[in-house]
C-alpha cells in the first residue's frame, strides 16, 4: 500500500479525492500498487464530508510520518507550500504538485532536492491542467530538439477574448461575467495581467532548454488594454487576438514572451476558444503538433495530479524528473525581438498616410467602417527597439497589437 497526504482540501484537493474514488481500481491497476489517503490536511473544518475521518491541521503529522510516502500540494501559493514541500521531500517523500507559482519560483531547487534524496518533484499538473504538456515534451518527444513552444495558457483570459471578438463585449462586461461564472477571481489580477501564463511558460522554457528560466525576466502584457474596437479591427483583417505565450530558441538564446498577439485563421491556435486552453509544438525532427483540451477546473486539473501520484508509486526510490539545470538560460532582449506589429492611430488615413509611409515605410492599412475618427495599420517586420523609436514620433498612436506569422 502506497500512503499519500494532501496538503489542501480546495478545488483541486477535493478533485484528486473525488478522482481517487471514481477510478480508484483502475488507478491502483495502473500504479500496481494501492493508493491510500491517510492524510488531508487544511485550516477549515468540513462537517459531514467523508474526508473528516482522515482531517488533520497539523503538517508536522505528515513530514514526521514515516509511512506517507507521497504529498500532494495544491494549496496554491509560494507559503508555506514551499516549505512544506521542501521538507517533504528531504524527509525522503515524494512531492507532486499543481501550483505553478511554486514551480516557476523553486522549480529548480526542489528538483535538485529530489534528485539528491531519490525522490521526485512531479508538477504535470502546473502548466496545462488537464493537458498532458510536460510529460510528452520530457519523455515522448526526447528525440526532438524543441524549437518552439507556444500556447493559450489561460482559460479565463481566452473566455475573455473569446466573448469580446464574438459578442462584441466590452472588456469590464466580460470581466464581470467571467467572475459570475467563477472562471475569474475577485482579483482577477494573475489572470488579466499575464502573470498565470508567465508563469507556466518559464516552466515550459526551463524545460525545452535544459536550464532555468527567470520568469521575472520575460516580458509579459496582459488584456487589459484590449478592447471591442481591437476586436472591430481583428475582424475586419480576418483575423483574432489571443493572450499568447510563446518560448522560440534562437540558437543558443531563448525568446519568451506574454502579451496578445493578433493571429491569421490559418494558425492552429486561432480557433482555440472559451475556456480552453491548447499549446502548439515545433520540434527540429516531429516538425508541428499540437495539444488541446481543458486547461484548468477541478477535474481535469486533479485528473493530471493522479498521473503523477501514479507515476511516483511506480518510481519510489528512483528520480525521474531531473528536467532541468541550475544554469541560467539567455533570453533574448525584447528590444532585439522582431514582429510585424498592429497600430491604432487617431486621424483619418489620407491625413496620416504620407507621415506614415515615411517613417514606417511598406505599410497596410485598415480601416473600420463605424470608426470614422481614428484608422489602423500593419508594418513590416521591425525589431521592438526600432519600432518604439518610429512611434515616438507619432503621438496620435492609441496603441499597439503584435502580429504573429
Same mark, same amino acid.
Given at each position: 500500500m502506497a500512503n499519500i497526504a494532501i496538503m489542501g482540501y480546495g478545488t483541486v484537493g477535493s478533485g484528486v479525492v473525488d478522482v481517487l474514488r471514481i477510478n480508484q481500481a483502475l488507478i491502483n491497476q495502473r500504479a500496481e500498487e494501492e493508493i491510500n489517503i491517510k492524510y488531508v =490536511? *487544511? =485550516?477549515?473544518?468540513?462537517? %459531514? *464530508?467523508? /474526508?473528516? @475521518? /482522515?482531517?488533520?491541521h497539523d503538517f508536522e503529522q505528515i513530514v514526521n510520518d514515516p509511512e506517507v510516502e507521497i504529498v500532494v500540494e495544491v494549496m496554491g501559493g509560494i507559503e508555506p507550500a514551499y516549505t512544506f514541500v521542501k521538507r517533504c521531500l528531504l524527509a525522503g517523500k515524494s512531492a507532486v504538485t499543481s501550483n505553478k507559482a511554486l514551480v516557476a519560483s523553486h522549480g529548480t531547487e526542489l528538483l535538485s532536492i529530489a534528485k539528491e534524496q531519490k525522490v521526485n518533484f512531479l508538477f504535470?499538473? #502546473? /502548466?496545462? %491542467?488537464?493537458?498532458?504538456i510536460i510529460r510528452n515534451l520530457k519523455e515522448c518527444l526526447t528525440a526532438d530538439r524543441i524549437e518552439e513552444v507556444t500556447g493559450i495558457l489561460n482559460g479565463t483570459t481566452n473566455y475573455m477574448m473569446t466573448k469580446m471578438f464574438y459578442d462584441g463585449a466590452d472588456y469590464e462586461e466580460v470581466l464581470k461575467e467571467a467572475q459570475d461564472k467563477g472562471y475569474a +477571481? #475577485?482579483?482577477p489580477e494573475a489572470d488579466v495581467e499575464g502573470q498565470d501564463a508567465c508563469r507556466k511558460i518559464a516552466i515550459l522554457s526551463s524545460i525545452i532548454t535544459g536550464k532555468e528560466v527567470d520568469f521575472e525576466e520575460i516580458h509579459t502584457e496582459g488584456i487589459t488594454k484590449i478592447t471591442k474596437e481591437d476586436m472591430m479591427y481583428a475582424k475586419e483583417m480576418r483575423?483574432?487576438?489571443k493572450l499568447l505565450a510563446s518560448a522560440k530558441r534562437q540558437n543558443d538564446q531563448v525568446c519568451a514572451m506574454v502579451s496578445p498577439v493578433l493571429l491569421g485563421q490559418e494558425h492552429p491556435l486561432y480557433s482555440v476558444n472559451d475556456v480552453f486552453n491548447a499549446i502548439f509544438v515545433r520540434g527540429n525532427v516531429l516538425g508541428d503538433a499540437m495539444f488541446y483540451g481543458s486547461g484548468a477546473g477541478k477535474l481535469p486539473t486533479a485528473s493530471a495530479v493522479m498521473v503523477d501520484v501514479i507515476e511516483a508509486v511506480k518510481h519510489k526510490s528512483e528520480n525521474i524528473m531531473a528536467v532541468w539545470?541550475? +544554469? @541560467?538560460? @539567455? =533570453?533574448?532582449?525584447? &528590444? *532585439?525581438?522582431?514582429?510585424?506589429y498592429f497600430v491604432r492611430i487617431k486621424g483619418k488615413q489620407e491625413e496620416l498616410q504620407e507621415r506614415l509611409i515615411r517613417e514606417f515605410g511598406k505599410i497596410t492599412f485598415v480601416t473600420v @467602417? &463605424? =470608426?470614422?475618427? +481614428?484608422?489602423g495599420f500593419i508594418t513590416e517586420e521591425l525589431s521592438e527597439i526600432m519600432f518604439e523609436r518610429k512611434a515616438t514620433k507619432f503621438p496620435e498612436i492609441i496603441h499597439m497589437i503584435r502580429v504573429e506569422g
Amino acid at each position: 500500500m502506497a500512503n499519500i497526504a494532501i496538503m489542501g482540501y480546495g478545488t483541486v484537493g477535493s478533485g484528486v479525492v473525488d478522482v481517487l474514488r471514481i477510478n480508484q481500481a483502475l488507478i491502483n491497476q495502473r500504479a500496481e500498487e494501492e493508493i491510500n489517503i491517510k492524510y488531508v =490536511l *487544511d =485550516l477549515r473544518e468540513f462537517p %459531514g *464530508d467523508p /474526508v473528516e @475521518q /482522515v482531517l488533520i491541521h497539523d503538517f508536522e503529522q505528515i513530514v514526521n510520518d514515516p509511512e506517507v510516502e507521497i504529498v500532494v500540494e495544491v494549496m496554491g501559493g509560494i507559503e508555506p507550500a514551499y516549505t512544506f514541500v521542501k521538507r517533504c521531500l528531504l524527509a525522503g517523500k515524494s512531492a507532486v504538485t499543481s501550483n505553478k507559482a511554486l514551480v516557476a519560483s523553486h522549480g529548480t531547487e526542489l528538483l535538485s532536492i529530489a534528485k539528491e534524496q531519490k525522490v521526485n518533484f512531479l508538477f504535470e499538473a #502546473s /502548466v496545462g %491542467g488537464g493537458i498532458p504538456i510536460i510529460r510528452n515534451l520530457k519523455e515522448c518527444l526526447t528525440a526532438d530538439r524543441i524549437e518552439e513552444v507556444t500556447g493559450i495558457l489561460n482559460g479565463t483570459t481566452n473566455y475573455m477574448m473569446t466573448k469580446m471578438f464574438y459578442d462584441g463585449a466590452d472588456y469590464e462586461e466580460v470581466l464581470k461575467e467571467a467572475q459570475d461564472k467563477g472562471y475569474a +477571481e #475577485s482579483n482577477p489580477e494573475a489572470d488579466v495581467e499575464g502573470q498565470d501564463a508567465c508563469r507556466k511558460i518559464a516552466i515550459l522554457s526551463s524545460i525545452i532548454t535544459g536550464k532555468e528560466v527567470d520568469f521575472e525576466e520575460i516580458h509579459t502584457e496582459g488584456i487589459t488594454k484590449i478592447t471591442k474596437e481591437d476586436m472591430m479591427y481583428a475582424k475586419e483583417m480576418r483575423m483574432t487576438i489571443k493572450l499568447l505565450a510563446s518560448a522560440k530558441r534562437q540558437n543558443d538564446q531563448v525568446c519568451a514572451m506574454v502579451s496578445p498577439v493578433l493571429l491569421g485563421q490559418e494558425h492552429p491556435l486561432y480557433s482555440v476558444n472559451d475556456v480552453f486552453n491548447a499549446i502548439f509544438v515545433r520540434g527540429n525532427v516531429l516538425g508541428d503538433a499540437m495539444f488541446y483540451g481543458s486547461g484548468a477546473g477541478k477535474l481535469p486539473t486533479a485528473s493530471a495530479v493522479m498521473v503523477d501520484v501514479i507515476e511516483a508509486v511506480k518510481h519510489k526510490s528512483e528520480n525521474i524528473m531531473a528536467v532541468w539545470t541550475e +544554469e @541560467q538560460a @539567455q =533570453l533574448i532582449p525584447r &528590444s *532585439d525581438t522582431t514582429k510585424r506589429y498592429f497600430v491604432r492611430i487617431k486621424g483619418k488615413q489620407e491625413e496620416l498616410q504620407e507621415r506614415l509611409i515615411r517613417e514606417f515605410g511598406k505599410i497596410t492599412f485598415v480601416t473600420v @467602417q &463605424s =470608426l470614422t475618427e +481614428e484608422c489602423g495599420f500593419i508594418t513590416e517586420e521591425l525589431s521592438e527597439i526600432m519600432f518604439e523609436r518610429k512611434a515616438t514620433k507619432f503621438p496620435e498612436i492609441i496603441h499597439m497589437i503584435r502580429v504573429e506569422g
